[in-house]
Nanobody, 112 residues
Framework: VQLQASGGGLVQAGGSLRLSCAPY?????MGWFRQAPGKEREFVAT????????YYADSVKGRFTISRDNAKNTVSLQMNTLKPEDTAVYYC?????????WGKGTQVTVSS
């Protein structure tokens, strides 16, 4: 399975970006992780297939929203009020029991 992430770019602090990941795999928990230079990859947000429950890292809670678009078969991450510390490569992830798939990542850079 090849996950394709898109939507990254350069934005000023306080701005917004929307990331998308395709395809949204049936039955899988889909999520976003990020890795800043010199740091380990960290959890950002996930959405469950069953019921659509969402979970967020404390650092993004209230600013980021993960959602799914059934018509487009994608999962998105709406990022508002971006901060320089949000700068990272963002990776799309799909998990289901022993299956774990990653996209190639998309760069998000927030300038101060």
């Amino acid at each position: 399975v090849q996950l394709q992430a898109s939507g990254g770019g350069l934005v000023q602090a306080g701005g917004s970006l929307r990331l998308s990941c395709a395809p949204y795999l049936s039955g899988y928990t889909m999520g976003w992780f990020r890795q800043a230079p010199g740091k380990e990859r960290e959890f950002v947000a996930t959405i469950r297939w069953s019921g659509g429950s969402t979970y967020y890292a404390d650092s993004v809670k209230g600013r980021f929203t993960i959602s799914r678009d059934n018509a487009k078969n994608t999962v998105s991450l709406q990022m508002n009020t971006l901060k320089p510390e949000d700068t990272a490569v963002y990776y799309c992830n799909a998990r289901y029991f022993g299956d774990d798939y990653w996209g190639k990542g998309t760069q998000v850079t927030v300038s101060s």
